[in-house]
């Protein structure tokens, strides 16, 4: 089945760094990759759609500015988080649709820890 | 505005049972419904996909029924393992540019 990857699976940074998140699609081509994030014992929240080759859309209340995505190609999107402060903390993942039979496929999360 | 919910919100039974997992949904004009199940601290493991046009899906122990028309679907396990023990999600998806649309799942926890 399909396949993303996704990569730090953890991350510990200090507040005022970025972070980078890659995920990526193994073994499909993904025009369109989404992030979630997801608090404690919380349902995933979706954050933005991820476009190739044009500009994220992002969930109201999410800040495009802190929330940095790339899609440069086919297979490989990434979110930065930017000036990362302690309430980023949180498990992100990412996701992409290949179509049937495999519906949605997901990466295995980062687990993002600011201090 | 389509709305998933799962019942029940958690669920613990002795191992060797089987087990059904309860999904509804509002807007019945969906394109699949697909099921989850995440490990603490994981990312989500696709389970079983159930296209518009199909009525059940089986893998291995688990079976997934769909009933457009109700609303409903649902997740059966049979002779349930302490390794089934998870968080189950049902997510609906209605196609185009339709988010992907969650319940907030079932905790499953299968006591030896």
């Known amino acids: 089945g399909a396949v993303v990857s996704q990569h730090p699976s953890w991350v510990i940074c200090k507040s ?3 972070v980078k998140i890659e995920c990526r699609s193994l073994d499909f081509q993904a025009t369109t990759m989404f992030w979630y994030r997801q608090f404690p014992k919380q349902s995933l929240m979706l954050m933005a759609t ?7 859309t992002y969930e109201q209340g999410v800040e495009k500015d802190k929330f940095l995505i790339n899609h440069a190609s086919l297979t490989l999107s990434t979110l ?30 980062t687990r993002l820890t600011v201090v | ?18 087990l059904v997992l309860n999904c509804s949904f509002t807007d019945s004009a969906i394109y699949n419904l697909q099921w989850f199940r995440q490990d603490p601290g994981k990312g989500l493991t696709s389970l079983l996909l159930i ?7 089986t893998s291995g122990r688990l079976n997934a029924s769909l009933d457009k ?14 390794g089934d023990s998870a968080t189950y999600l049902c997510a609906v998806y209605q196609g185009g540019s339709e988010k992907l649309v969650f319940g907030k799942g079932t905790k499953l926890t299968v006591n030896p």
Not at chain 1, 50 to 56: H, L, Q, T, V, Y
Request: proline residues 9%; contains cysteine; glycine residues 10%.
């Open chain 1, 50 to 56: 991820s476009n190739e080759g044009s500009k994220a």
């Open chain 2, 51 to 57: 296209q518009s046009s199909q009525r059940e899906q």
């Open chain 2, 69 to 82: 028309s109700s609303g409903r679907s649902t997740l059966y396990i049979a002779a349930s393992q302490p």
């Open chain 2, 1 to 18: 505005k389509q709305e998933v919910t799962q019942i029940p919100a958690a669920l613990s039974v002795p191992e060797g049972e089987n």
């Open chain 1, 16 to 18: 005022g760094t970025s």
């Open chain 1, 80 to 109: 930065t988080v930017t000036s990362a402060h302690p309430e980023d903390s949180s498990f992100y993942i990412c996701s992409a649709y290949p179509g049937p039979p495999d519906g949605y496929t997901f990466g295995s999360g």
